[in-house]
């Protein structure tokens, strides 16, 4: 039987720059790719015809279903106990959906943007997945955050039906050096089979006076993911994995190196903070 060759997985190899301008300048951009992910070819079983990615635990670069919206590292108290261990990452996702208030919460298609399992070892600080409608309109991302060294996970969802996206305050403690006062704000271009190009960029903005504006405040930080799109082929996937075959470390790596840049600039530190919030806030 002639195996299918997936359509819309994808590699996205590209790199990411973080620009600090609070206190003291402070910028690095790093090379990385991410996997895109199909949900409906990941359950029919057409990532498994790789000989360096898949879901199987020999593979060098794998993607395992219970990396991803794992509720019980959640830092609220979010629905797991209504998922038990044997949901399926689909259920998962739906249950974040409703608990966020998203308009749909069962898209037509979603695509997973995501850091996988290098040689078994697994860290994303931030995976990202589009929700699309019947006519292959991207209408929501979800966000999954991760912290280290705390090991907690936080979700944002971001309305993509809207020609500017509303700000998206800022409820999870990711970063020593920076404090949860202010609020996210989102340029995204979504993955595609039709397009090569991806970005997500992220400002973290200081608000003075009116809330939710851009005009009365101060970009503190902004990150930025820039990304081609590479077809899914051994041929591509060992191009990406020779040149960086341990994705994971070199995520982690950067994480600190670039804390102990921000240290020895005598960067302010800030204890881990819980934003207090009311009920129905996620």
Same mark, same amino acid.
């Given at each position: 039987?002639?195996?299918?060759?997936?359509?819309? &997985?994808?590699?996205?190899?590209?790199?990411?720059t973080h620009r600090?301008?609070?206190?003291?300048?402070?910028?690095?951009?790093y090379?990385?790719?991410?996997m895109?992910?199909?949900?409906d070819?990941l359950?029919q079983?057409?990532l498994?015809?790789?000989s360096l990615?898949g879901?199987?635990?020999? $593979? @060098?670069?794998? #993607?395992?279903?219970?990396?991803?919206?794992?509720?019980?590292? @959640? @830092?609220d108290?979010?629905?797991?106990q209504?998922?038990?261990?044997?949901?399926?990452l689909?259920e998962?996702?739906t249950? =974040?959906?409703? +608990?966020?208030?998203?308009?749909d919460?069962t898209?037509? =298609?979603?695509?997973?943007?995501?850091?996988?399992?290098? #040689?078994?070892?697994y860290?994303?600080?931030?995976?990202?997945?589009?929700?699309?409608? $019947?006519?292959?309109?991207?209408t929501?991302?979800?966000?999954?955050? &991760?912290?280290?060294?705390?090991?907690?996970?936080?979700?944002y969802?971001?309305?993509?039906?809207?020609?500017?996206?509303?700000?998206s +305050?800022?409820t999870?403690?990711?970063?020593? #050096?920076?404090?949860?006062?202010?609020?996210y704000?989102?340029?995204?271009?979504?993955?595609?089979?039709?397009?090569?190009?991806? &970005?997500v960029?992220?400002?973290?903005?200081?608000?003075?006076?009116?809330?939710?504006?851009?005009?009365n405040?101060?970009?503190?930080?902004?990150?930025?993911? =820039?990304?081609?799109?590479?077809?899914l082929t051994? $041929?591509?996937?060992f191009?990406?994995?020779i040149?960086?075959? /341990? /994705?994971?470390?070199?995520?982690? =790596?950067?994480?600190?190196?670039?804390?102990?840049?921000?240290?020895r600039?005598?960067?302010?530190?800030?204890?881990?903070?819980v934003?207090?919030?009311? &009920?129905?806030?996620?």
């Amino acid at each position: 039987m002639t195996k299918v060759q997936p359509k819309h &997985s994808a590699i996205y190899n590209g790199n990411v720059t973080h620009r600090r301008f609070e206190q003291q300048a402070h910028n690095f951009n790093y090379p990385l790719y991410m996997m895109a992910v199909d949900l409906d070819e990941l359950e029919q079983g057409q990532l498994n015809r790789f000989s360096l990615f898949g879901t199987q635990w020999f $593979k @060098a670069i794998r #993607f395992k279903q219970q990396d991803y919206l794992n509720l019980k590292r @959640a @830092a609220d108290n979010s629905n797991r106990q209504n998922l038990t261990t044997n949901s399926s990452l689909r259920e998962r996702i739906t249950t =974040k959906l409703k +608990e966020l208030g998203a308009k749909d919460s069962t898209p037509d =298609k979603v695509t997973l943007l995501v850091q996988c399992r290098c #040689f078994g070892i697994y860290f994303s600080p931030a995976n990202f997945i589009f929700c699309y409608d $019947k006519t292959g309109q991207c209408t929501q991302l979800l966000v999954e955050v &991760s912290n280290t060294p705390w090991n907690k996970r936080h979700y944002y969802l971001v309305d993509m039906t809207q020609a500017e996206t509303q700000p998206s +305050e800022k409820t999870f403690h990711v970063s020593p #050096f920076m404090d949860l006062d202010m609020s996210y704000h989102w340029q995204v271009k979504a993955p595609s089979h039709e397009k090569e190009k991806l &970005s997500v960029h992220i400002e973290n903005r200081r608000t003075s006076s009116t809330k939710n504006s851009t005009k009365n405040s101060t970009k503190a930080f902004d990150a930025t993911l =820039k990304l081609d799109r590479r077809p899914l082929t051994n $041929k591509q996937l060992f191009k990406v994995w020779i040149r960086q075959p /341990m /994705m994971t470390f070199a995520v982690v =790596k950067g994480i600190y190196v670039q804390a102990f840049h921000l240290f020895r600039k005598k960067i302010k530190f800030v204890p881990y903070q819980v934003k207090q919030t009311d &009920s129905t806030a996620k």
